[in-house]
Nanobody, 123 residues
């Protein structure tokens, strides 16, 4: 069982930056693949970044070059550095985890989810 708690969301102006954190607890085996997802009002949840146990990362095209996912595995924390924020980045952001296996950026494979943290980007 893995528990995830996001923090670091808030309101920022266009072009600004935020750093999200996700504190994880529970079974470390269940966190070999970690990801960030977001859901804007009226839209489906989308995967934006993921990182596997060896540090390999994948990003959605919409955030590539602006967002960076990283983790401190020993300190049980996942991060999402978000730069050059745009109004379309406004959403609830969730971190997610899954145990060993493949690590695609697909919502269906993640089994543990946090409660989310809100990011609002205003012009």
């Amino acid at each position: 069982q893995v528990q995830l708690v996001e923090s670091g969301g808030g309101s920022v102006q266009v072009g600004g930056s935020l750093r999200l954190s996700c504190a994880a607890s529970g079974d470390k085996y269940g966190r070999r693949c970690m990801g960030w997802f977001r859901q804007a009002p009226g839209k489906e949840r989308e995967g934006i970044a993921r990182i596997d146990i060896v540090g390999e990362t994948t990003y959605a095209d919409s955030v590539k070059g602006r967002f960076t996912i990283s983790q401190d595995y020993d300190k049980n924390t996942l991060f999402l550095q978000m730069n050059t924020l745009k109004p379309e980045d406004t959403a609830m952001y969730y971190c997610a985890a899954r145990a060993a296996g493949s690590c695609p950026l697909e919502e269906r494979v993640f089994t543990s989810w946090g409660q989310g943290t809100q990011v609002t980007v205003s012009s």
